[in-house]
């Protein structure tokens, strides 16, 4: 069973452009999460997903950040006219539903974004 | 919301050597807290988790503890090891939520 995949792993941006970041959660999980985390701030939750729809983006700046989880294909995190203040390492997470769900969060590698 | 406050930030420790993280939440309704590791530049993972019907929780050299009177938690960890270097998170999260809130995390070195 292969884990939470990201990627990319690395991502260099200039400051105006677009980051996308992906994630594909674990096989039978359909719960994905994204943290951000910055040196010495540990994790902070952005946004928690489910097929198509948003659950809780309270974390979510409320300009130029955007994430989706479609009925098909990765759950992406969409950073538009990226400043260099959005410079991080972004965790995508999964869990499964139901029964199944004993609370423990499954963190893929991380996409490290570097803003130029 | 959830508030989770987790000290130290940093903790150097000898081979052999116990280390204690402290984690405090300010909701009372939480009921689960999860410790995580992560190695340099690799994924955070799960190491022992603790719900709120129980005390302690113990796992070979990890151990945690959890006082919801007072509403803190801790990891301990005997017989360090340098493999044990890494950043250890905390979180907290009530029954109600699939969203765990995370300490800032400790950076424990474990010098050989």
């Known amino acids: 069973n292969a884990g939470v995949m990201q990627n990319p792993r690395h991502l260099v941006r200039r400051r105006g452009q677009e980051a996308r970041l992906r994630c594909s959660p674990m096989?039978?999980?359909?719960?994905v999460y994204w943290y951000r985390q910055l040196p010495e701030e540990g994790l902070k939750f952005m946004v928690y997903?489910?097929?198509?729809?948003?659950?809780?983006e309270s974390g979510m700046p409320k300009e130029r950040f955007s994430a989706e989880f479609p009925k098909e294909g990765p759950s992406i995190l969409r950073i538009q006219q990226v400043v260099r203040g959005d410079s991080a390492a972004y965790f995508c997470?999964?869990?499964?539903?139901?029964?199944?769900?004993?609370?423990?969060?499954?963190f893929g590698e991380g996409s490290r974004l570097t803003v130029l | 919301g959830e508030n989770v406050e987790q000290h130290p930030s940093t903790l150097s420790v000898q081979e052999g050597d116990s280390a204690v993280i402290k984690c405090t939440y300010s909701?009372?309704?939480?009921?689960?807290f999860p410790w995580y590791k992560q190695e340099l530049g690799k994924r955070p993972q799960l190491i022992i988790d603790?719900?709120?019907?129980?005390g302690e929780k113990k796992d070979q050299r990890i151990a945690v503890t959890l006082n919801k009177t007072a509403k803190h938690f801790s990891l301990h960890i005997t017989e360090t090891q340098p493999e044990d270097s890494a950043v250890y998170f905390c979180?907290?999260?009530?029954?109600?939520?699939?969203?765990?809130?995370f300490g800032r995390g400790t950076s424990l070195i474990v010098h050989p």
């Open positions: 979180a907290a999260k009530t029954g109600g939520s699939y969203i765990p809130t």
């Open positions: 997470a999964s869990s499964p539903m139901g029964q199944g769900n004993t609370g423990e969060l499954f």
């Open positions: 909701d009372s309704a939480s009921n689960y």
């Open positions: 603790i719900r709120s019907n129980v």
């Open positions: 997903l489910q097929k198509e729809n948003i659950i809780d």
């Open positions: 096989k039978g999980h359909s719960h």
